[in-house]
């Protein structure tokens, strides 16, 4: 602990960076899995892929991307990127289900979620986040 650190800040930051810690291992093992079901089960996907009016072949294509996001998303150095692309996925995801007339469905608030938690977890754990955003002056 530095001579400019109190004890209670000490605590608040080793707080953020859990809750960041675990927020982001959420985002992670939830794009992880679907990326997943996505490469190695695309059948249990078809019917949520037909709604949205997406072809069944596209699971190949779908599946990839999101790991690779989950994986950019998951190391500190590219992290930022990740973000970047797991909030573009998620709002495609949102889309097409806006699209399709379910607005407020649970894969679009699911979707919402985790882009929320995908911020709020680099925003706890990446202080040139916080000086980019700051939500208290």
């Given amino acids: ?3 400019t650190t109190s004890a209670p800040e000490t605590m ?4 953020a960076l859990w809750a960041s810690r ?15 079901i996505q490469l190695f089960a695309p059948a249990q996907m078809a019917s949520m892929l037909q709604e949205t009016g997406l072809a069944l072949d596209l699971t ?3 599946g990839p991307i999101i790991l690779v996001c989950a994986v950019l998303y998951a190391i500190p150095a590219t992290a930022v990127l990740g973000a970047i692309l797991v ?3 998620l709002g495609g995801a ?9 607005l407020g ?3 679009e ?14 925003y706890l754990r990446d202080p040139r986040i916080r000086a980019l955003l700051p939500l208290i002056h």
């Fill in 60 to 62: 190949r294509i779908i």
């Fill in 12 to 15: 608040t930051l080793h707080r």
């Fill in 94 to 102: 949102i889309c097409a289900h806006v699209r399709i007339g379910e």
């Fill in 1 to 3: 602990m530095s001579e």
């Fill in 22 to 36: 675990i927020m982001s291992a959420l985002v992670v093992i939830a794009l992880v899995v679907d990326g997943t």
């Fill in 87 to 89: 909030t573009g996925f």
């Fill in 105 to 107: 469905s649970p894969p």
């Fill in 109 to 122: 608030l699911i979707s919402l979620l985790l882009g929320a938690m995908t911020w709020g977890g680099l």
